[in-house]
């Protein structure tokens, strides 16, 4: 390949120096240089040219001999490389092949193995198939069942546990939640009378009130049914009614009259009505109070009217506009804790007691009045089972409706809130437990009156008393209740049959 490659480099450079002396003899023709001196030009020329390419020829031969070299060496490389992996992989070939030997003898001793497995096992099942005297789908069926078993009993457990302690958390957090509400609204409580007095200077008014024969005294009481106390308490008159509003709308007529002086059933009948107008004038003020205290702006005017009287109207001697307000304070704070509805639950202690202004127009318990009350207003369903559930004796349908009878019962039931004596209270709690007591006989252990007598608990003894005659006894007791007792509100009896197996680990 070398030779070729210099043949080729003397050829060209032949040629070409055959091209450039037929250029310088046709440039010598042309200028008339003598033969001589252009052969000798022409040899020096031509012995360049040849030198140059012989030099060139050398060069490439020797580059190609250092890039044969290099190749030869590659190559030889490359073989060596090629001849030791196929030598590692002969090797891992070799191994693979007894690898694979060695696993076709470890897969046939196993499978040799699982077949006497087998063989022994179906030798135990049988054997213990005839040992126990039940079959495999027997055994599994009792197996399984021990095990629900099992599960069931752990899982009472751990909802016992859950509920103990659910219990103890809601226990401990709805009474600080409820001890925290009753010390934000404590109010100071004054117990209704049936009697009112007014301050005279001068006991000859006494007899203008009286008038001539006692004319004045009778067309008083007349018009508006109270009794005026003319004794011989010193500069004072008193006036005694049931009626709170009857009772004000007097004082305030017999005001008027006795600081104007001109005491006749004229005069009278003026005073009355006059003092009717603003007594009615005052109960939209309390109505207004009332409402603004529950938040409630757009509220209907009768309804608005009605509840302004609930200032002359009292419970237990508690008067229910005092009652109604702390209701609503508290019943704001329980609901805002609970996440309750604080606005419903605001109206719906507004409105609890707004029967009792009418039990003297409607027989019915006040809080169904109160209901029908609401209902005649056009108020929402769930505000009227918060309104007439109170007392539990229909069904609250709502947390809601839980915290205003919690509200009721809280403010009802706080020392000095109404008017019963410590001796007619105890006397009632002792009369409720002995009537349980009475009928229970040897199967009741414990009597507990709680809730201000609201509930009656009764721990029965088990082993005297099957459920179903526990829930016979339970009925008894509150028909008893009912015959016997004179109690505010409802009683609820509740009867507890509990049976426990105690055994020390040791």
């Known amino acids: 390949m070398d030779f070729i490659i210099g043949l080729i480099a003397t050829l060209l450079g032949s040629a070409l120096a055959f091209s450039y002396i037929k250029f310088v003899k046709k440039w010598v023709d042309i200028k008339n240089i003598p033969e001589e001196e252009v052969a000798r030009v022409a040899d020096k020329i031509i012995g360049d040219k040849i030198e140059k390419a012989e030099k060139e020829i ?19 490389e490359h073989e060596e490389l090629l001849i030791d992996r196929e030598k ?24 040799k193995m699982q077949r006497g497995l087998e063989k ?23 197996l399984m069942s021990q095990v629900d078993e099992d599960i069931k009993n752990y899982e009472a457990k751990k909802i016992r546990q859950a509920e103990k302690k659910v219990e103890e958390i809601a226990e401990e957090k709805a009474r600080e939640i409820l001890v925290e509400s009753m010390q934000r609204i404590a109010t100071d409580y004054v117990g209704e009378t049936t009697t009112s007095t007014i301050k ?57 009259l006795i600081g104007d002086g001109r005491i006749h059933p004229g005069s009278i009948e003026e005073a009355i009505r006059k003092a009717k107008n603003e007594i ?59 996440g309750a509805d604080v606005s419903l639950v605001k109206r719906a202690c507004l409105l609890h007691d707004v029967g009792k202004v009418l039990t003297h127009k409607i027989e019915s318990p006040h809080h169904h009045i109160s209901g029908q009350v609401a209902r005649k207003y056009g108020l929402d369903e769930k505000l009227v089972n918060a309104i007439e559930s109170h007392h539990l004796d229909i069904e609250p349908q709502s947390v809601e409706a839980v915290l205003v009878y919690i509200a009721d019962a809280i403010s009802g039931a706080r020392p000095g809130a109404r008017k019963d004596s410590y001796e007619q209270y105890i006397q009632r709690i002792e009369s409720l437990e002995n009537v349980a007591k009475e009928l229970g006989g040897d199967k009741i252990e414990e009597v507990f009156a709680i809730k201000a007598g609201r509930e009656l608990r009764i721990i029965v003894k088990p082993a005297l008393i099957s459920d179903d005659e526990m829930t016979v006894l339970a009925k008894d007791i509150a028909s008893s209740i009912e015959k016997t007792q004179n109690y505010p509100g409802n009683v609820e009896v509740t009867l507890i049959r509990e049976t426990r197996a105690v055994e020390v680990a040791r």
């Open 58 to 76: 050398e060069e490439n031969k020797k580059r190609s001999e250092d890039r044969l070299r290099e190749m030869r060496k590659e190559t030889q």
């Open 200 to 256: 005279i200077e001068d006991d000859k008014v006494k007899g203008r009130v009286i008038g001539k024969e006692g004319r004045n005294i009778r067309a008083f009481e007349k018009l508006t049914g109270v009794d005026v106390i003319v004794d011989e308490s010193p500069n004072t008159i008193a006036l005694s009614s049931f009626d709170p509003l009857r009772r004000e709308i007097a004082s305030v007529a017999l005001t008027k």
């Open 88 to 111: 590692k992989l002969n090797e891992r070939t070799k191994m693979l092949d007894q690898k694979s030997e060695e696993l076709e003898v470890s897969t046939e001793s196993v499978k």
């Open 280 to 338: 009615s004038i005052e109960i939209k003020k309390n109505g207004q109070i009332l409402a603004e205290e529950a938040d409630w702006p757009g509220i209907d005017i009768g309804l608005l009217k009605l509840i302004g009287k609930m200032k002359y109207r009292t419970s237990y001697g508690q008067s229910l506009m005092s009652h109604t307000i702390e209701m609503m304070r508290m019943g704001e704070v329980l609901a805002a804790e609970v």
């Open 120 to 142: 022994t096992r179906a030798q135990l099942k049988e054997e213990l198939e005839r040992i126990s005297g039940l079959t495999q789908e027997e055994a599994r069926q009792k």
